[in-house]
């Protein structure tokens, strides 16, 4: 369902985004106590599992109703490869993708929470209404998205640099080329880069495809080199702490 923009900030959505910030500050909380005991890796080990296992209850949830319209393709699910890579890689590989994890979750989660156009539902359907849980379950699992991302340079394991954007665009970039090739293939709205269902940008797809997706490829580098700059500014220049 695609709620209309009018329903954006209205008191489920309000209530939403309150829930959702306890939430993360006492995942925060517990993952900082946590991580002096076993070390951040363990606990961002942990915390890709969880991620993980939010997205598995949804396929158990839709059982038979399953299709490939539920396909990890969209711009949020990109954090189901990526977080995973961070919590259990090394060296080079982790190295490339922890910019794209921490940007993109980070980005994608807030922005997805605060205009939830396709993760909203009925406004006048509660949050604990059993027909309303695949949208209760999407906004703990965005939420879940901002935490992970916002403890990564919380705990200290990750300090964002400048030229680290490009290797986001490169992930970001070719997970988009994926879906515009899936779309044509199976008519299909992964990433919404096909029919821009729920996405602010879609009157921009009824002028130009091209432009359409240019839109995109500068709104994601200008978030990015943003984000990098605030990052950078509360955190001062302290080094990321060792893999541990």
Known sequence: MVSRMEDLFCTKHIIGLIWVAVMVAALIIISKLASKKFGVKKVLQAASLVFLSLEAIKYIYLGKELDMYYFPLQFCSLMLYAYPVVAFGRGKVEKFVLPFAYACGLLAGAIALAIPTNILGAPDIGWLAGENFLYTLSFVYHGFMVYFSLFLVISG???????????????????????????????????????GAGNPLVFILKTSRVLYYLAHVALFFTLCTILTFFTRLFTGKKPPIKNT
Do not use: G, H, Q, T
């Open 157 to 195: 394991y990750y300090r964002p640099k400048y030229k680290e954007i490009l290797s986001s665009l490169i992930i970001a970039v070719f997970f988009a080329a994926l879906a515009c090739i899936m779309n044509a293939s199976l008519n299909m709205d992964y990433m919404m880069l096909n029919r």
